[in-house]
């Protein structure tokens, strides 16, 4: 069973910053939060991820809160070309027992 | 640097067959795993393999194998076809020798059965 819920869907505006949010009120003290997106007949794509800190890419921003029960997806400046399905991923298990859990992620739509 | 390709993209089975679907991950990269997509049930695991080993495996009947090669290059087979098998199935190949971890994804290749 999926670690993490999601929206079902979103909409932003172009240029502006997208903010996906995620709960994962259950992670354990070990376990990563993973951002991966899907765009229509490709197969997904890493983002970002994160333990505790907030970390920044290229990409996007990961906001994680304090008690690690929740985190944010930010797309600073989102482009049509961002229009995907995003899942927020927590990686469970240890060693060679380590996976990801996919939920069914947040459909992002990017308007003009 | 070439991505993880899969083959076939497109096929299409009836009950009972079986199949059996190619991943060359990129190269350098020892870690394969394998994931099916539905529409109701989104990305789940099926299985993972790090030189020639599987290290881990998802909740799927014994109808869905693989195996991985000394090349890293990775198949998986299904056997005795069902409607439901009918999905995307993707490969994913990772520089990480245990799980989880920035995957490379392919394109996925797309079963449908009849």
């Known amino acids: 069973d999926a670690k993490t819920t999601q929206p079902t869907s979103m909409d932003c505006a172009e240029g502006r910053a997208a903010n996906l949010p995620c709960n994962h009120s259950?992670?354990?003290?070990?376990?990563?939060v993973y951002w991966y997106r899907q765009i229509h007949s490709q197969g997904p794509q890493y983002i970002i991820h994160?333990?505790?800190?907030?970390e920044t890419n290229e990409m996007a921003s990961l906001i994680i809160t304090e008690d690690r029960k929740s985190s944010t997806l930010i797309l600073p400046h989102a482009t049509l070309r961002d229009t995907a399905v995003y899942y927020c991923?927590?990686?469970?298990?240890?060693?060679?027992?380590?996976?990801?859990?996919w939920g069914l992620g947040t459909s992002l739509g990017v308007n003009p | 640097k070439a991505g993880v390709t899969q083959t076939p993209r497109y096929l299409i089975k009836t009950r009972g067959q079986q199949v059996t679907l190619s991943c060359s991950p990129i190269?350098?990269?020892?870690?394969v795993s394998w994931y099916q997509q539905t529409p109701g049930q989104g990305l789940q695991f099926l299985f993972e393999?790090?030189?020639?080993?599987?290290?881990n495996k998802g909740n799927f009947p014994g109808r869905f194998s693989g195996r991985q090669f000394s090349n890293s290059r990775s198949e998986m087979n299904v056997s005795t076809l069902e409607l439901g098998d009918s999905a995307l199935y993707l490969c994913?190949?990772?520089?990480?020798?245990?799980?989880?971890?920035?995957?490379?994804f392919g394109e996925g290749s797309r079963l449908t059965v009849l």
């Open positions: 994913a190949s990772s520089l990480a020798q245990y799980g989880g971890g920035e995957l490379f």
């Open positions: 190269s350098g990269h020892r870690s």
């Open positions: 393999y790090f030189s020639e080993t599987q290290r």
């Open positions: 259950t992670i354990s003290g070990n376990e990563y």
């Open positions: 994160g333990l505790k800190n907030n």
């Open positions: 991923i927590v990686r469970v298990g240890a060693g060679n027992n380590r996976k990801l859990i």
